[in-house]
């Protein structure tokens, strides 16, 4: 495989950090996981500045890959999603919800292309 070259944001062009969400699902739950994402969760976070980039579901609905970002640089994208971790609003969306998630792979990325 060739190797891409970083490309190089505008000099007016903010910075902005991207973290990789990968999560194994119950591919019995995985319809009724997504929904909850994209009504309940990306909603609060976008509120709070992220947003996300891109959302894929494998074909056997057994792993979901999700790209969020938000401005700044690593420091501040980790103390805005722990501040969001820790919030009120957050634990009430996820009181009652099922455990859609059986793993987590969650890692800071570089857009290359």
């Not at 591919?27 to 959302?55: C, H, N, W, Y």
């Amino acid at each position: 495989m060739s190797e891409q070259p970083q490309t190089s944001r505008p000099a007016d062009e903010p910075e902005r950090t991207t973290w990789m969400r990968r999560y194994a699902l119950d591919p019995a739950l995985a319809d009724e996981f997504i929904s909850f994402l994209t009504k309940q969760v990306i909603p609060a976070r976008e509120e709070r500045g992220f947003t996300v980039e891109s959302m894929w579901l494998s074909d056997g609905k057994d792993e979901l890959t999700w790209f969020v970002s938000r401005f700044g640089n690593r420091e501040e994208f980790l103390a805005a999603e722990q501040a969001w971790e820790e919030s009120p609003e957050r634990a009430a969306i996820f009181a009652d919800a099922p455990a859609y998630v059986t793993g987590k792979d969650l890692r800071p990325v570089t857009r290359l292309r």
